[in-house]
């Protein structure tokens, strides 16, 4: 009997590492649908995904925006009691979600919850979590919470890489539910190579190949402390005394707000812009001298495009980009970044991709589906 799946989204990148998925589910004629919880709201942080990563709009679009940063349970439960409404209703065999934001966890915890009233309600829903496994350690982020209990409460674990399914084995996780997929992460940039990509956000921004750093700083831990933002924009400012380039800085709408509230000030020869879209944002890591970034999907996408990268975090749960040169962890301190920014321009792009060869979306499909064409 063939399987009906649920994928639960929320957020940009989960549109983007979850649009391989779609497209599978697409192609094999699966019965799927798309629960989108509406954690990121702004067209430019929403809708420009679907469009230019040409999915369907989902059939669900709950619009649960969080009220405040720190109103973490609040935002997550508001997401449970409507996610499980729609459990409830459309019954599906499986629901997947991916990665470590708030609605990750609402979707894990819904499902899981639900599985445990079968007695009632004559629900069996299997949990899967694809980019499991990723661990960096610090229980301070919102992130590692969320990643650590969809891992431990899901039946299919989909491991990017064998440390992060080592990770899981050395928490006590039944390796018979682990399985090394790859990042979907690299069957979307394969899939957005193919389409037509023009320089035209570089002639837009009036920007040369090589001629300039991108950055992006959006994490809590770093972008709500008014000293650490500081910081890191005096080290963008020095960046572009030192080397002539201009730091782009496509601001996340979190990153903006406390900008404005801590007032702080932009350095000469830093670039605020709005968030890009997803083709203009790969042309701009594609042709940066390096990355500066606090972002999990950028540090793994500059390790693929073999763009160097500097981690504007104290820790990475994608040590796998540091393994292989591609990555450095600098933290906010701007001495440090100014020196690693160093170290990276001087390194070898000649790094291997530790992500997959982009088929992940395709073995996630063959093993919750059984191998259903
Ligand atoms: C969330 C994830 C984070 C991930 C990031 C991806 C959690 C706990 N955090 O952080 O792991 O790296 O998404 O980008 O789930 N906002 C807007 N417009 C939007 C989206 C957000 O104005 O379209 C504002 C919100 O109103 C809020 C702030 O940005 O004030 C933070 O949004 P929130 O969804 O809480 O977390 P992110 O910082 O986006
Ligand atoms: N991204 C984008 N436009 C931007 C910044 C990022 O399209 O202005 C994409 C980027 O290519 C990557 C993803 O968003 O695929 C990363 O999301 P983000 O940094 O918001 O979240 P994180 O990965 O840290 O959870």
Redesign the pocket.
């Known amino acids: 009997m063939s399987k009906k799946v649920a994928l639960v989204a929320g ?3 989960e549109i ?2 979850e649009s391989p998925l779609i497209r599978e589910f697409e192609k094999r004629g699966t019965d799927y649908f798309v629960i989108y919880t509406g954690q990121h709201y702004n067209y430019e942080m929403e809708k420009i ?1 679907f469009e230019q990563l040409n999915l369907p709009l989902p059939k669900y679009n709950l619009s649960i925006r969080s009220s405040a940063p720190f109103l973490q349970g609040e935002h997550t439960g508001r997401m449970l009691i409507e996610i499980e409404k729609i459990l409830l209703n459309e019954m599906p065999d499986i629901v997947l979600t991916l ?3 708030n609605s990750t966890l609402a979707g894990a915890l819904t499902a899981r919850k639900l599985s445990t009233t079968a007695a009632f309600t004559n629900i069996r829903i299997m949990l899967g979590h694809i980019e499991a496994g990723l661990r960096s350690y610090d229980k301070t982020m919102p ?1 590692e919470v969320n990643r650590i209990l969809a891992d431990h409460l899901s039946d299919y674990l989909f491991a990017p890489t064998h440390r992060a399914a080592g990770n899981m084995i050395g928490e006590g996780i039944h390796h018979g539910k682990i399985t090394v997929t790859g990042n979907t ?1 690299v069957d ?1 940039l394969f899939e957005a190579s193919k389409a037509s990509r023009d320089n035209e956000i570089l002639d837009k921004l009036n920007l040369e190949p090589q001629g300039y750093f991108l950055a ?1 700083f ?2 809590q831990e770093n972008a709500d402390v008014k000293e650490k933002f500081a910081n890191v924009l005096e080290a963008f400012g020095r960046l572009y005394k030192k080397y002539g380039k201009p730091v782009i800085y ?1 601001i ?1 709408p979190r990153s903006k707000k406390l900008m404005e509230k801590f007032g702080l000030q932009v350095p000469e020869g830093v670039r605020i812009l709005g ?4 083709m ?3 042309k701009l ?1 594609e042709n940066a001298s390096a990355i500066l ?6 540090q793994e ?1 500059s390790c693929i495009l073999n763009v160097p990268c500097v981690t504007l975090r104290e820790n990475t749960e994608r040590p796998e980009t540091i393994d292989v040169g591609a990555n450095i962890l600098a933290g906010t301190d701007p001495d440090k970044i100014v020196e690693c920014t160093e170290t990276m321009l001087n390194k070898k792009r000649s790094w291997e991709n530790p992500f997959g060869d982009g088929k992940s979306g395709k073995r996630i499909a063959d093993i919750i589906l059984g191998g259903q064409a």
């Open positions: 957020v940009r990148p983007i590492k995904f990665g470590d934001t992130e992460i979307a992006t959006h994490r496509p996340h968030p890009a879209g997803f203009e944002f790969l890591e970034t606090d972002s999990g999907g950028v996408e």
